[in-house]
């Protein structure tokens, strides 16, 4: 074969070989349909993190819409000079101190009695999942009625047994009680069901042999269940803690912070900061703040779970 030969064929077959070889066709077609959802977390995440930190370190009103650039200054206002940071904080670590233990705690009962099949259990787990995807805002105001004065249902059945009710959401001691219970109610159902769904992957074997043993129930659920439920437990744990801190809507429609600031928690007051006073600097400040403490949360929660685990 002549060297004019071999030049056509090797001409030839760079025309017939694809522009992209396999490796880089399966990396095109992957970013392709990764393309979205990245898109969406770039705009719907990113984005707006950017923009809040800038915004923290800028004094910012959103009526002039003149901003000045200002450093740390709102940290170091909210930290260090308004007094009310500290109480709003305290408020919100109260609320997430009741409503987290209450929530895993009445959502494992929950779970444990509605995991095995008998006979109306898909209706009792409906009527329990049913407050997670009612309207928030409609469950507060239905509430924010129920728990009225003189006038409102729950303090007239307690009458009817000889018991003088508070007026739940006007009395500082009581309000943030009331804004916890109506919040685990709302929620409970979620929980309930990632519970439910580790328990029956649990092989029922496990139970079977420690009966045989003679283990009793207490037992097969400290030993066996309450270990196995470890990572749910953990994910639980962490989804309600952040939605702790990101409580709004009941605060907003059931006490509006009061009474006396004693239910003005974290995401409120960032609404306030924002939307009523016009600081977006100082909210977006808080923002990060609070940013910040659920992320350390967070953290600790997945350290202790796992050298607890270990």
């Known amino acids: 074969m002549t060297d004019t030969s071999l030049h056509k064929e090797t001409t030839v077959r760079r025309k017939d070989a694809p522009w992209l070889t396999l490796k880089y066709r399966e990396m095109l077609e992957a970013w392709l349909f990764l393309s979205p959802t990245l898109i969406g977390f770039i705009i719907f995440f990113l984005g707006p993190l950017v923009a809040i930190v800038y915004y923290s370190m800028t004094e910012w009103n959103l009526l002039t819409q003149q901003a ?3 450093g740390l200054k709102n940290f170091h206002n909210a ?11 305290r408020n919100s670590g109260i609320f997430a101190l009741g409503l987290v233990p209450l929530n895993m705690a009445l959502a494992l009962t929950l779970a444990l009695a509605l995991s095995r099949p008998f006979f109306g259990v898909v209706f009792f787990r409906t009527v329990f999942f049913a407050p997670v995807v009612t309207s928030a805002i409609a469950w507060a105001i239905v509430w924010k009625f129920l728990l009225q004065g003189e006038a409102g249902i729950v303090n007239q059945m307690l009458a009817t047994v000889g018991i003088d009710g508070p007026n739940w ?3 500082p001691n009581w309000a943030m009680a009331a804004v916890i219970v109506t919040r685990v109610i709302k929620m409970v159902g979620l929980n309930m069901i990632l519970y439910i769904a580790a328990l029956q992957a649990i092989p029922r074997d496990y139970e079977e042999a420690a009966r045989l043993e003679g283990a009793s129930r207490w037992q097969i659920f400290r030993m066996i269940i309450w270990p196995l439920l470890a990572p749910t437990t953990l994910i639980i744990m962490v989804i309600t803690t952040i939605g702790s801190f990101k409580v709004f809507d009941h605060i907003y429609q059931m006490t509006g912070g009061g009474p006396e600031n004693g239910t003005l928690v974290l995401a409120y007051y960032i609404y306030l900061q924002g939307f009523e006073y016009f600081d977006v600097g100082y909210a977006s400040a808080l923002a990060m703040i609070m940013f910040v403490i659920v992320m350390a949360l967070t953290i600790v929660q997945v350290m202790l779970r796992r050298k607890e685990m270990e």
């Open 68 to 70: 000045t650039f200002v």
């Open 79 to 89: 930290l260090l000079v308004n007094p009310d940071f500290w109480q709003v904080l």
């Open 169 to 171: 959401l006007r009395e």
